[in-house]
């Protein structure tokens, strides 16, 4: 059965720093992966998604993150990270493209001054 | 990028009550939803995933019977919690994706109930 790990359930970052927040997934075939970032009051939004190809993704608001076949990991980066960062980031895994998303657990993600 | 919208934001209802959700794509239109429940500082659990002018298709364990969802057009899907008890309290999120949007799920902000 297709399942997702976020080891971290709460991450604290300062300002300025670099960010990498981490997701396993256990699935029988390369997957469709996926992170989200949930704020108060606002829907899911979707920050990067990857499908083949390149395995290093770019995503909105200067998140990138890196497909690893071997790890089976898919792990979320940001090189500086904003206070407007402070979130919850989940990651899932979906068998096809518009598939049913399989979540995991979330992180979430506090910005200190 | 598309908008999906949920009404109420929040609702309070009584023991023993049904309570109706809505969901609605504004700007586009949405042959699949989704409904995903979340409890607190957990993650999102799929419910149930509607198909416009189709019977929705219910995740294991999840009473169909009690989470009555409707998906009468490409634009609005409603879940309905019947005879809700304190338990059904949670957060209540929707989807919706089309061939158009390349099937990628569109949330909607959420709605919470609280059972009392």
């Known amino acids: 059965a297709q399942s997702v790990t976020q080891p971290d359930i709460h991450i604290t970052v300062s300002e300025g720093a670099s960010l990498e927040l981490r997701c396993n997934y256990s699935y029988g075939a390369t997957p469709y992966l996926f992170w989200y970032v949930q704020s108060p009051g606002q829907g899911l939004q979707l920050l990067l998604k990857y499908f083949s190809g390149d395995t290093l993704v770019q995503g909105i608001k200067g998140f990138e993150a890196e497909f690893k076949r071997s790890q089976s990991s898919f792990n979320l980066r940001k090189p500086s990270v904003h206070w407007s960062d402070a979130a919850e980031y989940f990651c899932a895994v979906a068998p096809n493209q518009g598939g049913k998303l399989i979540f995991g657990q979330g992180t979430e993600l506090s910005v200190k001054p | 990028g598309a908008v999906v919208s949920q009404h109420p934001s929040w609702v309070i209802c009584k023991s023993g009550t049904s309570v109706k959700i809505e969901c609605r794509s504004l700007d586009f239109q949405a042959t699949t939803m989704f409904w995903y429940r979340q409890f607190p500082k957990q993650s999102l659990m799929l419910m149930a995933t509607s198909n416009e002018g189709s019977k929705a298709t219910y995740e294991q364990g999840v009473e169909k019977d009690k989470f009555l969802i409707n998906h009468a057009s490409l634009t609005l899907s409603t879940l309905t919690v019947t005879s809700a008890h304190p338990e059904d309290s949670s957060f209540y999120i929707c989807?919706?994706?089309?061939?158009?949007?390349?099937?990628?799920?569109?949330f909607g902000p959420g709605t919470r109930l609280t059972v009392t």
């Open positions: 989807s919706a994706s089309s061939a158009t949007s390349s099937y990628e799920q569109y």
